[in-house]
T-cell receptor, first 113, second 113 residues
Framework: DAGVTQSPTHLIKTRGQQVTLRCSPK?????VSWYQQALGQGPQFIFQ???????QRGNFPDRFSGHQFPNYSSELNVNALLLGDSALYLC????????????FGPGTRLTVL | AQSVTQLGSHVSVSEGALVLLRCNYS??????LFWYVQYPNQGLQLLLK??????LVKGINGFEAEFKKSETSFHLTKPSAHMSDAAEYFC???????????FGKGTMLLVSP
């Protein structure tokens, strides 16, 4: 049973570029949440997708957008990259919007130069 | 709004010594509380969670935590540290019925021989 997978593992971009990160949830899970973990900080909630709709959103600008596909996989898009967007981006999956345990993927390390 | 405060960004113990990692929370509703562990270059792994059942919660790898409402605390303990426990530990809180998590800044546990 595959857990949460994320791609790519590492990514280097320059300021102003756009990036897309991908996440496949754990088998049987239908809810995907994205978190940003800056160096030395705890993860911060970006947004959550369920039934292909954004259900909750944290305090992140509109440059951060997402999508969920019918197979429950998800993408995180960041436009107009800033140096401060450099972080580990974590995807977590769970079952339903109720408090099912969230399973985290290994993350994508984004470096913005 | 909910928040989590983890006291001590670094905690050092000797192998075999008691591990105590502190977490205090703020929540306007009865919270769900979690402890996660993160090993280098990996995602987050759930150690244990409190969801309003028993106040003393046992988790994996010999860890346990006690929910104390009067102190708004959820400290993590382990009677005897192992070298393999060296990692970063995050306390998190969630509003009841929601699966989004608010994390503390983390505590790095260092274990010396």
């Amino acid at each position: 049973d595959a857990g949460v997978t994320q791609s790519p593992t590492h990514l280097i971009k320059t300021r102003g570029q756009q990036v897309t990160l991908r996440c496949s949830p754990k088998s049987g899970h239908d809810t995907v949440s994205w978190y940003q973990q800056a160096l030395g900080q705890g993860p911060q909630f970006i947004f959550q997708y369920y039934e292909e709709e954004e259900r909750q959103r944290g305090n992140f600008p509109d440059r951060f957008s997402g999508h969920q596909f019918p197979n429950y996989s998800s993408e995180l898009n960041v436009n107009a990259l800033l140096l401060g967007d450099s972080a580990l981006y974590l995807c977590a999956s769970s079952l339903g919007l109720a408090l099912g345990e969230q399973f985290f993927g290994p993350g994508t390390r984004l470096t913005v130069l | 709004a909910q928040s989590v405060t983890q006291l001590g960004s670094h905690v050092s113990v000797s192998e075999g010594a008691l591990v105590l990692l502190r977490c205090n929370y703020s929540s306007s509703v009865p919270p769900y509380l979690f402890w996660y562990v993160q090993y280098p270059n990996q995602g987050l792994q759930l150690l244990l969670k409190y969801t309003s059942a028993a106040t003393l919660v046992k988790g994996i790898n010999g860890f346990e935590a006690e929910f104390k409402k009067s102190e708004t605390s959820f400290h993590l303990t382990k009677p005897s540290a192992h070298m393999s426990d060296a990692a970063e530990y995050f306390c998190a809180v969630s509003d009841r019925g929601y699966s989004t998590l608010t994390f503390g800044k983390g505590t790095m546990l260092l274990v010396s021989p």
